[in-house]
């Protein structure tokens, strides 16, 4: 079953991050250099698919803090400033991804997840206009200030979503390009003087190719939620 990129990032579990070589060759797969006779790249594959599975996930997890948050947040400015509504909240979303069985509902989960991040844009961008009015601003902070329990939830989770994607995104960013210098070292790899098969085949350096775009849009997810949790984090700050 063909998985969309964007459904594939939301489904990976949360674990460790990744961790590069060094300049002189050490953290590669087999230790040294990699030169032709330690360099194995079939096992350095394996462990940057396993360290790209890592940060996807961690940007999953952050977007689980984030957008609850974000809603609990929005419902509080709502009592004072109308926002516009949400067509279905952040649980109904996960669920539907994580419970889609065939590309069909892959499909639906995927645009109604789409959606959400538009309507979820739309509602910040109305509190940023509202926030520009001294009079509503006021009315803002003073509704938010009477829910000191709840922001404190809040703002805990916004700070870990914001501080998580900035780390997944830098992981992100290094394995992407280590997957790149490895797709292009093993396909100019001669053979193996041993006569074994180490190196990736043709259908790993396409699977290669394949995570590095998935790599890429879960960077591109990263610097999204953390733009938008900075945003709210401004607006937080601001409350006595």
Known sequence: MKVNLVV????VPLVAGAQPPGPDGRGFPGEGRPDRENFDPKAMMDELMAESYDARGKVDYAADLLYPASE?????V???TPLPVLSVGWDDIRTALADAFD?????????NYLTYLEESGNRREALNDAWKDNDEREQ??????ESQDILVS???DVESAVEISKGAR???????????????????MPPSPRGDSRGPDEDDIKSLSVEIDAMDAAEEKAETQIKFGKDLLKKLGKIP
């Open 72 to 76: 609990t947040l929005f419902a509080l």
């Open 103 to 111: 590309n069909e509902e892959l499909e639906a989960a995927e645009k």
């Open 170 to 188: 830098d992981d992100l960013k290094e394995s992407s390009k280590m997957m790149e210098e490895l797709k292009s070292m093993a396909s100019r």
């Open 78 to 80: 709502n009592e004072v």
């Open 154 to 156: 809040v703002r805990y």
């Open 8 to 11: 594939a990032m939301l489904l």
């Open 140 to 145: 803002i902070i003073g509704r938010l200030a």
